[in-house]
């Protein structure tokens, strides 16, 4: 994972991190102070871990204060016990704190130890980080993500496919893509996304298998995107765009698909275009919503000002109005009356 900026834990910390693997520690809070990761809290086991919870991490939680929370749970692994990692991040935070909070966890999680994080929470509000809303969200995560208007009809469609008639004797259905079967590791990629894990996600269709596989998992800094798009092959990506619009901080995933033109032969370009509708939706069915839908040929495309304008269209206020050329008159009036030359009048004296 890369550290995206550039905060490091300092000795305080690292030590609280490493006594707390011995497994009597309970709770280590921390937080962000003069560009460190620092200790704020180190609390021991007292009771099991649902009243250790109530009576230890809620009176830890300050309501405008961002911070970490890791939390020892009373399951085990092969390395010892399980921790729970809850980064706090109030709405009422600034767009930098919110930042700044984002962007750091990742080198959070690698100084306490990834492998002994087994769950992954992210609250907004110091109601969140109760117990109830904790449960509730494990409840959530552990049922089927609910389908959205669109995967609802979707779903309808295929149910009730019908075959088109093409003669007497024939008859052909009517496909709205390819579906590709997702490996594990696939799969477990897109649901540790949702919990915060990574930012960025790779994969590539196996052509004999007809399965899409995992390439890469990591964090990826947006200046360092491009140079992960492979050049010679066809690709899907996911990425995570933390901005800011408006004033607000938003994070949005962006599905991306890319393709370097015709260097690929004919059969991965249709495999890749044909499976990309039914992987987005599987995608999201796996609890990841996509915000937006991209297709590139280089990752040359991929920056900051590009993802900004494709999710925030620039509209033109002002747009200066066509001026209509006038057409012919169709009704000139009565014609103009002149006055008849010298040689004219005098016909009209000699006629009377």
């Given at each position: 994972m890369s550290h995206q900026t550039g905060i490091k834990a300092n000795d305080e910390l690292l030590r609280a991190f490493s006594k707390s693997k011995e497994g009597n520690t309970r709770v280590v809070k921390?937080?962000?102070?003069?560009?460190q990761l620092t200790l704020a809290a180190e609390v021991e086991v007292n009771?099991?871990?649902e009243k250790d919870y109530k009576n230890l991490v809620e009176p830890l939680i300050e309501e405008n204060t961002p911070c970490y929370i890791f939390f020892r749970l009373d399951t085990k692994s092969s390395i010892g016990y399980e921790w729970l990692l809850m980064s706090y991040t109030p709405d009422t935070a600034t767009i930098r704190q919110k930042m700044l909070y984002a962007s750091t966890k990742a080198t959070m999680k690698k100084e306490f130890g990834s492998p002994h994080i087994k769950e992954e929470y992210h609250a907004t509000s110091q109601r969140e980080t109760t117990l109830f809303s904790y449960k509730k969200h494990k409840k959530a995560m552990s049922a089927p993500a609910p389908l959205t208007q669109r995967e609802e009809e979707m779903l309808e469609i295929r149910r009730n496919e019908v075959q088109t008639e093409v003669s007497t004797e024939t008859r052909q259905k009517t496909l709205g893509g390819i579906s590709c079967a997702l490996s594990e590791a696939a799969t477990a990629a897109i649901k540790d996304t949702v919990r915060g894990s990574y930012n960025y996600l790779q994969f590539k269709i196996d052509l004999k298998e007809e399965k899409i596989h995992l390439v890469k998992a990591n964090n990826v800094e947006i200046e360092k995107l491009p140079k992960e798009v492979p050049d010679d092959e066809a690709r899907y990506h996911i990425y995570l765009f933390k901005h800011t619009h408006e004033g607000d901080f938003l994070e949005s995933y962006i599905f991306i698909y890319s393709m370097p033109g015709y260097k690929?032969?004919?059969?991965?370009?249709m495999m890749y275009s044909s499976c990309k509708a039914l992987f987005v939706e599987k995608i999201q069915e796996l609890g990841l919503q996509i915000d937006k839908k991209l297709e590139i040929d280089s990752g040359s495309e991929?920056?900051?000002?590009?993802?900004?304008?494709?999710?925030?269209?620039?509209?033109?206020?002002?747009r200066p109005q066509f001026a209509k050329p006038q057409g012919p008159m169709k009704n000139r009036g009565a014609k103009r009356l002149t006055r008849p030359s010298q040689a004219d009048e005098a016909k009209l004296n000699c006629l009377n």
């Amino acid at each position: 994972m890369s550290h995206q900026t550039g905060i490091k834990a300092n000795d305080e910390l690292l030590r609280a991190f490493s006594k707390s693997k011995e497994g009597n520690t309970r709770v280590v809070k921390a937080s962000i102070e003069k560009e460190q990761l620092t200790l704020a809290a180190e609390v021991e086991v007292n009771e099991d871990w649902e009243k250790d919870y109530k009576n230890l991490v809620e009176p830890l939680i300050e309501e405008n204060t961002p911070c970490y929370i890791f939390f020892r749970l009373d399951t085990k692994s092969s390395i010892g016990y399980e921790w729970l990692l809850m980064s706090y991040t109030p709405d009422t935070a600034t767009i930098r704190q919110k930042m700044l909070y984002a962007s750091t966890k990742a080198t959070m999680k690698k100084e306490f130890g990834s492998p002994h994080i087994k769950e992954e929470y992210h609250a907004t509000s110091q109601r969140e980080t109760t117990l109830f809303s904790y449960k509730k969200h494990k409840k959530a995560m552990s049922a089927p993500a609910p389908l959205t208007q669109r995967e609802e009809e979707m779903l309808e469609i295929r149910r009730n496919e019908v075959q088109t008639e093409v003669s007497t004797e024939t008859r052909q259905k009517t496909l709205g893509g390819i579906s590709c079967a997702l490996s594990e590791a696939a799969t477990a990629a897109i649901k540790d996304t949702v919990r915060g894990s990574y930012n960025y996600l790779q994969f590539k269709i196996d052509l004999k298998e007809e399965k899409i596989h995992l390439v890469k998992a990591n964090n990826v800094e947006i200046e360092k995107l491009p140079k992960e798009v492979p050049d010679d092959e066809a690709r899907y990506h996911i990425y995570l765009f933390k901005h800011t619009h408006e004033g607000d901080f938003l994070e949005s995933y962006i599905f991306i698909y890319s393709m370097p033109g015709y260097k690929c032969p004919i059969k991965e370009r249709m495999m890749y275009s044909s499976c990309k509708a039914l992987f987005v939706e599987k995608i999201q069915e796996l609890g990841l919503q996509i915000d937006k839908k991209l297709e590139i040929d280089s990752g040359s495309e991929l920056n900051e000002e590009y993802f900004q304008d494709e999710l925030h269209p620039k509209t033109l206020l002002h747009r200066p109005q066509f001026a209509k050329p006038q057409g012919p008159m169709k009704n000139r009036g009565a014609k103009r009356l002149t006055r008849p030359s010298q040689a004219d009048e005098a016909k009209l004296n000699c006629l009377n």
